[in-house]
């Protein structure tokens, strides 16, 4: 079911690229105003920012506190996972019945119902990773992992061809239309998985307590866990690597080939990704299973720093296609190995709130983009991609040697 559920939401993903379409709307739709013309960029950028912290925000906290108070938690994710999925049917109508008419509206609505898309999926995660440690044995997590990527990503390029049949010919802002309310059915279609889940009881007594209790607890958690602040201290060397951010990448792409192969680059760009993710995932998720999700993560940061210097070095298309091949690889062992390396590291317990915390952690480093790009802009792009590659390769020596490696603490089930 979690296979199904995670095939099915990653095929309807590839329809809605966060970086790629949901920019490309917000530019076509500010065609239509031309006094939005000037704030085009601003608005991109708010939507990146959008995208990335609202992910993060404090809501995650308050679901753990839910989910580790309760002896099943599959109610918790149908509600949640609902929740996610519904803003899409609402852009789907923006784009459908608002665009042409009221630009300016279009684009309100647009991004405020991105942010309760992200919101909501802050919400659902933490619910989620429990549910998957619950009925999932620690060995075969990342066996789950590569095969809904793997799944996700072959009918990701099939619904990506499917798609790009039915928008042929077709104008703004029909494309977009399409594009959302095919993201919308393929992602309900992934809620019937989860409701056909089977879960278990905890085999222990589960404790409800207070926000302001659970919160207090999150805050000793992080005062007295040594192990989880080493893991923090490597995990910020991964987050100020993105001083370098993979979006830099296109922007040098037009400083060195020009914009006519640029843009060829950027069409191609979601093909590349999703076809890529499915195959890294393979890789990946066995390598997990076997030695541990601290080596994935050592990778991640390692994959980060070769794309960034893929990047710098690059001076034709081959090479920056290489450079997004490594990004990929790179997003898809941080992913992979953070949201499994907490799962093993957290008392059984607690993992929601560890989860959380890992999320939330992330939320200072959206800034080290702002911090590149101001550095690009004044010093050229060799600055941040020198230092985002330097910071890279201490994150892959920092996870390796002061990490630690809970694989060695642990048994095969962590459930209880």
């Given at each position: 079911?979690?296979?199904?559920?995670?095939?099915?939401?990653?095929?309807?993903?590839?329809?809605?690229?966060?970086?790629?379409?949901?920019?490309?709307?917000?530019?076509?739709?500010?065609?239509?105003?031309?006094?939005?013309?000037?704030?085009?960029?601003t608005?991109?950028?708010?939507?990146?920012?959008?995208?990335?912290?609202?992910?993060?925000?404090?809501?995650?906290?308050?679901?753990?506190?839910?989910?580790e108070?309760?002896?099943?938690?599959?109610?918790?994710?149908?509600?949640?996972?609902?929740?996610?999925r519904?803003?899409?049917?609402?852009?789907?109508?923006?784009?459908?019945?608002?665009?042409?008419?009221?630009?300016?509206?279009?684009?309100?609505?647009?991004?405020?119902?991105?942010?309760?898309?992200?919101?909501?999926?802050?919400?659902?995660?933490?619910?989620?990773?429990?549910?998957?440690?619950?009925?999932?044995?620690?060995?075969?997590?990342g066996?789950?992992?590569?095969?809904?990527?793997?799944?996700?990503g072959?009918?990701?390029?099939?619904a990506l061809?499917?798609?790009?049949?039915?928008?042929?010919?077709?104008?703004?802002?029909?494309?977009?239309?399409?594009?959302?309310?095919?993201?919308?059915?393929?992602?309900?279609?992934?809620?019937?998985?989860?409701?056909?889940?089977?879960?278990?009881?905890?085999?222990?007594?589960?404790?409800?307590?207070?926000?302001?209790?659970?919160?207090?607890?999150?805050?000793?958690?992080?005062?007295?866990?040594?192990?989880?602040?080493?893991?923090?201290?490597c995990?910020?060397?991964?987050?100020?690597?993105?001083?370098?951010?993979?979006?830099?990448?296109?922007?040098?792409?037009?400083?060195?080939?020009?914009k006519?192969?640029?843009?060829?680059?950027?069409?191609?760009?979601?093909?590349?990704i999703?076809?890529?993710?499915?195959?890294?995932?393979?890789?990946?998720?066995p390598?997990?299973?076997?030695?541990?999700?601290?080596?994935?993560?050592?990778?991640?940061?390692?994959?980060?720093?070769?794309?960034?210097?893929?990047?710098?070095?690059?001076?034709?298309?081959?090479?920056?296609?290489l450079?997004?091949?490594?990004?990929?690889?790179?997003?898809?062992?941080?992913f992979?190995?953070?949201?499994?390396?907490?799962?093993?590291?957290?008392?059984?317990?607690?993992?929601?709130?560890?989860?959380?915390?890992?999320?939330?952690?992330?939320?200072?480093?959206?800034?080290?983009?702002?911090?590149?790009?101001?550095l690009?802009?004044s010093?050229g792009y060799?600055?941040?991609?020198?230092?985002?590659?330097?910071?890279?390769?201490?994150?892959?020596?920092?996870?390796?040697?002061?990490?630690?490696?809970?694989?060695?603490s642990?048994?095969?089930?962590?459930?209880?």
């Open positions: 079911m979690h296979v199904v559920d995670g095939c099915l939401f990653a095929s309807g993903l590839a329809l809605a690229q966060p970086f790629s379409v949901l920019p490309g709307f917000i530019n076509d739709t500010v065609q239509l105003a031309p006094h939005l013309a000037p704030y085009k960029n608005l991109v950028g708010l939507l990146t920012l959008i995208i990335s912290a609202c992910f993060m925000m404090p809501q995650q906290l308050w679901a753990a506190r839910l989910a108070g309760r002896d099943r938690v599959k109610g918790l994710l149908l509600v949640f996972g609902m929740l996610e519904l803003p899409w049917l609402f852009i789907g109508l923006v784009a459908a019945f608002v665009a042409e008419r009221s630009p300016e509206l279009a684009i309100f609505l647009f991004l405020a119902f991105v942010f309760l898309w992200r919101f909501d999926t802050g919400l659902v995660f933490p619910v989620w990773r429990e549910m998957v440690a619950k009925t999932t044995p620690v060995r075969r997590r066996l789950l992992f590569a095969l809904a990527e793997f799944t996700g072959a009918a990701g390029l099939g061809f499917v798609a790009a049949r039915f928008i042929r010919g077709r104008e703004y802002p029909v494309n977009y239309t399409i594009l959302f309310f095919g993201m919308f059915a393929l992602i309900m279609i992934s809620f019937l998985p989860l409701v056909l889940l089977r879960e278990a009881p905890y085999p222990v007594e589960r404790e409800t307590v207070s926000l302001r209790e659970h919160l207090g607890r999150v805050w000793a958690a992080l005062r007295r866990d040594g192990a989880l602040q080493r893991y923090f201290l995990r910020g060397l991964f987050g100020l690597m993105k001083v370098a951010e993979q979006s830099f990448f296109a922007m040098r792409a037009v400083e060195v080939l020009g006519a192969a640029a843009a060829e680059l950027v069409v191609m760009l979601a093909v590349v999703t076809a890529t993710r499915a195959v890294s995932s393979l890789f990946l998720g390598l997990g299973d076997r030695l541990g999700y601290r080596a994935v993560l050592s990778l991640s940061c390692a994959f980060g720093a070769a794309a960034i210097t893929a990047a710098l070095l690059a001076d034709s298309l081959a090479g920056f296609y450079s997004y091949v490594l990004a990929t690889f790179s997003h898809v062992s941080f992979l190995g953070n949201s499994n390396y907490m799962l093993e590291l957290a008392p059984a317990g607690k993992r929601p709130s560890y989860v959380s915390m890992s999320n939330m952690f992330g939320l200072p480093f959206v800034a080290a983009p702002f911090v590149g790009g101001w690009a802009d010093l060799g600055v941040p991609f020198v230092i985002g590659a330097g910071l890279g390769l201490a994150g892959a020596l920092c996870f390796l040697t002061v990490a630690p490696e809970p694989r060695h642990m048994g095969d089930d962590v459930v209880t």
